[in-house]
């Protein structure tokens, strides 16, 4: 069974150690064992470590039924002398994610009695559950009162209880059925947790947690939490941003948010009247193109039209009964078209019908119903000709 030095001490970085066994994993890995590790299995939500084991790379390391597996990219004499050394960067961010989680929720549990009752820690990622609905001033009470513990400098300890300390203890949450070893994470004398993950020593290593994202889940609440070097990553991205919007509206960062909602508001009013002017061409086109049709169809092509502008006029044109039309729209290298009839109209092929026949003569895919269909083709040297032949196919097909 592997020895596990990061249980007594987190800040360990490496150790010399020997191969205990090694064997493939079936994927292109090997699955090495150590006498002693370093390494922190994926295990209690919070992800493995990574690092190296003499001059190969571990990848992720698991455990099952007690014992701890190092997925390797090569293999390694079993009995050989090697030196383990974990990614301490990627080790000291989960530890400053998994205890700032730890000192947050024993401040939830102590100014609103909320308990924790879901815990993730990923890649770059730190979610906590609790069974209480936050409000926004909660929300602000609960970092506030969770970074005075951070600058407190309480010391992080563990320890292994037996059953009789365990229930003896005034945990915030007690998990069921635990028996053997218990670990057990202390917060000054403000918190008692069990846990197995690894953690600073100090609450003020942690340095910082900050509440990104309150919402409400389950009758609780869901928080998106950042600690530590996360915490000042999101900052400096924020700032940034802040920054950025500043130069792009031209006023000082504490007004971006005002010069933004008169943005939004010019915008709104810019779509309004675009929206106005694009109806006013729309029926305009409508009455010239009926005005010019002498008899048959109504074929055209509409360039820079937007797809809903399109369909607005052939909705249009088709609201007289005895109406055919067909709409190209070429856009992006593609010709896109409609093709409408009026409820009446059986003189010529039904809409479905010639969206066939485009598809064929221009190699396009499309469909739809009796009165109304619609695709696209490819644009190519020879597709207004097809087009032209189309539409002569389609005012000399009257049935």
């Not at 820690?121 to 069974?131: A, K, V, Y």
């Not at 889940?217 to 802040?242: H, I, P, T, V």
């Not at 009247?273 to 409508?286: A, E, M, P």
């Not at 109406?323 to 109209?345: D, F, S």
Request: hydrophobic letters at 35%.
């Amino acid at each position: 069974m592997t020895q596990r030095l990061y249980l007594t001490d987190s800040f360990l970085q490496s150790c010399e150690t020997q191969v205990t066994f090694c064997q493939p994993d079936g994927k292109g890995e090997y699955l090495v064992g150590l006498a002693q590790t370093v390494f922190f299995p994926q295990s209690g939500g919070q992800p493995s470590d990574r690092g190296i084991i003499s001059d190969g790379v571990v990848t992720h390391v698991s455990e099952k039924q007690g014992e701890v597996y190092h997925h390797c990219n090569r293999p390694l004499p079993v009995g050989s002398q090697v030196v383990a050394a974990i990614d301490f960067r990627r080790r000291f961010d989960m530890m400053q994610q998994h205890s700032g989680e730890h000192i947050l929720a024993c401040a939830a549990y102590r100014l609103f009695r909320a308990n924790n009752v879901g815990f993730h820690l990923g890649e770059d990622s730190l979610g906590l559950d609790l069974d209480y609905q936050l409000t926004p001033e909660q929300v602000y009470l609960l970092e506030e009162t969770a970074n005075r513990y951070i600058s407190m400098g309480l010391p992080i300890t563990t320890r292994i209880l037996t059953d009789e300390e365990y229930h003896a203890l005034p945990m915030r949450k007690k998990a069921e059925n635990l028996k053997g070893e218990i670990r057990l994470v202390t917060v000054g004398d403000l918190d008692y947790a069990t846990c197995c993950g690894t953690h600073c020593t100090l609450t003020s290593q942690v340095e910082l947690v900050k509440i990104l994202s309150c919402e409400n889940y389950k009758g609780g609440s869901r928080l998106e939490l950042a600690c530590g070097g996360r915490a000042l990553a999101d900052y400096r991205w924020k700032n940034q941003l802040a920054y950025q919007l500043s130069h792009r509206f031209s006023v000082p960062v504490g007004q971006v948010p005002q010069a933004f909602a008169r943005y939004e508001e010019e915008n709104a009013q810019l779509r309004k009247t675009l929206k106005q002017r694009s109806t006013q061409l729309i029926q305009l086109t409508g009455v010239q193109l009926l005005a010019s049709r002498e008899t048959g169809p109504i074929c055209c092509c509409l360039e820079g039209w937007s797809t809903e502008e399109c369909k607005e006029l052939l909705s249009l044109l088709c609201k007289d009964k005895g109406m055919t039309a067909l709409v190209w729209n070429p856009q992006n290298g593609r010709i896109n078209y409609l093709v409408g009839k009026g409820e009446q109209e059986g003189a010529y092929p039904s809409a479905r019908e010639i969206c066939t026949q485009i598809n064929t003569l221009l190699g396009g895919r499309g469909g739809g119903s009796a009165t109304f269909a619609q695709g696209s083709a490819p644009a190519g040297e020879k597709s207004q000709e097809a087009m032209g032949q189309l539409e002569d196919w389609l005012k000399n097909s009257r049935a």
